[in-house]
């Protein structure tokens, strides 16, 4: 049962990270179009228009946008730091969620090294009264 909670602990905390991870790329065309509104004279919706052409499938869309980020400097990091920054309590819960599985596994695994070093004094206790010579009783 111990090995089943520590496999599921592991898989939780594996699962979340990457939940948290797919959360900032989804966040990624809200934050470029965040960053790229101080620098044009752009609304909003063109915007998110940009950032959706920039994660287009559309070749020809895609480089006319990447030719707009190249020109303002944006770059792949401060899309996805922005993306962070814009999902941050969400992250944050993320990382409460990894730290308790985390926790959870020390716990069990704490447990498991406790019993095996209990299991060895055991096993030491029985080989030393295996080893000792037997007691030879005299007759009264």
């Known amino acids: 049962m ?4 520590l496999t599921d602990t592991i898989w939780e905390e594996m699962r979340y990270k990457r939940f948290g991870a797919k959360l900032i790329d989804g966040a990624r065309v809200n934050a470029l ?3 790229m509104t101080p620098f044009m004279s752009f609304s909003h919706r063109q ?3 940009l950032a959706d052409d920039y994660y287009s499938t559309d070749p020809k869309k895609n480089e006319k946008a990447a030719r707009h980020l190249a020109f303002f400097g944006v770059t792949l990091d401060m899309i996805h730091a922005k ?4 999902e941050g ?3 944050a819960l993320f990382d409460r969620l990894i ?3 985390q926790s959870a596994n020390r716990v069990l695994l704490n447990d498991h090294e406790r ?17 000792e010579p037997p007691v030879k009783l005299k007759a009264v």
Do not use: F, G, I
């Open 115 to 131: 019993r095996e070093r209990k299991a060895q004094k055991s096993e030491r206790r029985v080989k030393a009264a295996a080893s």
């Open 99 to 101: 730290a308790n599985r």
């Open 83 to 86: 993306a962070a920054a814009l």
């Open 47 to 49: 915007a998110v228009a």
């Open 2 to 5: 111990r090995v089943q909670t």
């Open 33 to 35: 179009a965040v960053l």
């Open 89 to 91: 309590p969400n992250l």
